[in-house]
């Protein structure tokens, strides 16, 4: 049962299933945000038509089709076609594209991403949601090459479509949401200088950096290989920009405390990556407080907002704490699970900022032991407990933090980068450093 705008996401994923012919109701839209008499008359409209499809036998599924829609590989020629004009028109009109001009994969390209992975061509890393297309090493290769990628590149992006595929991130979740969310990358570790991967100064802008191709080599997986495609599959009500490219490094050398990875069990040795469904950053400033208590006062009160999906479900909002901000409030003795404890402590939105329609259908219905019936003046808080809260140094000199809240129904997953042997990707095993 669905509402008008999801037709044909709803449609994709009975073919992709093998059921094209799944039955549907369909409902006026919009659902969210129309009062529940209304809601429940479209319902009761619809009751028949309801009972009806339940009551229908369903077809086999089409074994066939779903192994043919997954694993078509598409191969075009086109005689003396110049690579920035015919090529470019021929990508957009295939849906291969992003909106910017892309590499032309050809076969030496895609050979050459491939001898970079040290796996064969046709290794399956995983099955991308939604479209559950199968991304082989060539299907990745193929991808960062078109975002403009380098063979040294390939070992993260590899693991980067094992952290995504792995089911607790829900991709499908994050491909089709209405939510401003894209998978944010964040590497750990000494392999991310040495492909050279933006940790300070603007790490989320431009520059000669990898963060960019990289970022935007997931981005052409999860349309090309995902069908993560806007208005068709990605339903964003605005998106946001991080779905060109939202990559960045861990500025550990500046951190005063141990790394993401090194939280999360990883050797100092081992790079990671880690990937989180992330909206956009937004800026914490203070040039003024000296001490860790107004610092922490400070970001409490930016992270302190009732328009995000943090508040209603459990989720893990991202601190990127600059390393001037982070060198204070270390210096007053906070350790990162005593910033973490702060925010859950402090960063809470009075009940009553809340509309009485999310108040009964959101923080009542799905935290009622926290929140229901409880007085107008009870803190909601921007986590569901301190543990969830993620904190990281970024960025280079100056005043600000930055605060991201995420999505519902999903988690980080970290993964080392790892060789077919299963030992790690060391910078030495890179010959020359590695340009943007």
């Not at 500046?254 to 800026?283: C, K, Y």
């Not at 939105?349 to 032991?369: D, T, V």
């Not at 019936?373 to 990281?392: L, S």
Request: hydrophobic share 40%.
């Amino acid at each position: 049962m669905i509402s008008t705008p999801f037709v044909g996401l709803a449609r994709n994923q009975a073919r992709v299933l093998g059921l094209p012919s799944l039955p549907t109701v369909v409902l006026d839209h919009p659902i969210a945000g129309v009062a529940i008499d209304k809601v429940l008359a479209r319902v009761d409209a619809a009751l028949d038509e309801i009972i009806a499809k339940l009551t229908t036998a369903l077809p086999a599924p089409d074994i066939a089709a779903v192994a043919s829609n997954r694993l078509r590989c598409e191969r075009i020629e086109l005689a003396q076609a110049d690579e920035w004009s015919d090529l470019q028109i021929e990508f957009a009109a295939r849906g291969w594209s992003d909106g910017l001009p892309l590499v032309p994969p050809t076969e030496a390209r895609v050979s050459a991403m491939v001898g970079g992975s040290g796996l064969r061509a046709d290794l399956v890393i995983g099955e991308v949601a939604p479209k559950m297309g199968v991304a082989t090493v060539e299907c990745i290769a193929i991808n960062a090459v078109m975002a403009g990628c380098q063979p040294e590149h390939m070992p993260l992006l590899v693991t980067v479509v094992q952290a995504m595929t792995d089911p607790i991130f829900n991709l499908k979740t994050i491909q089709a949401t209405t939510h401003p969310v894209a998978p944010l990358l964040i590497v750990g570790g000494p392999l991310a200088q040495r492909l050279n991967i933006n940790c300070g100064s603007g790490l989320f802008g431009p520059g000669p950096w990898s963060n960019g191709v990289i970022g935007r080599a997931i981005r052409l997986i999860l349309l090309n290989i995902g069908g993560g495609h806007p208005g068709e599959i990605d339903k964003a009500t605005m998106g946001q920009p991080g779905k060109f490219s939202y990559c960045i490094a861990e500025n550990e050398a500046a951190s005063p405390w141990p790394s993401l990875r090194a939280e999360r069990g990883f050797a100092a040795e081992v790079s990671t990556v880690t990937m989180l469904d992330a909206e956009a950053p937004h800026n914490i400033n203070d040039h003024e407080s000296t001490t860790a208590g107004g610092l922490l006062t400070t970001i409490a009160g930016t992270m302190a907002q009732n328009g995000q999906n943090n508040v209603y479900y459990a989720g893990e909002p991202l601190l990127l704490l600059s390393p001037e901000h982070a060198a204070t409030i270390a210096g007053d003795g906070f350790s990162k699970d005593d910033v973490k404890r702060s925010i859950y402590e402090d960063a809470r939105i009075p009940m009553s900022r809340f509309s009485r329609e999310n108040i009964e259908r959101r923080l009542w219905r799905f935290l009622p032991k926290r929140y229901l019936n409880r007085p107008p003046h009870t803190g909601v808080t921007v986590a569901q407990c301190w543990k969830d809260i993620m904190v990281i140094v970024a960025g280079g000199p100056g005043k600000h933090s930055m605060a991201v809240p995420t999505c519902a129904g999903s988690r980080s997953v970290t993964k080392p980068i790892l060789k077919p042997d299963g030992s790690p990707w060391l910078p030495s095993d890179f010959q020359e450093p590695v340009s943007g």
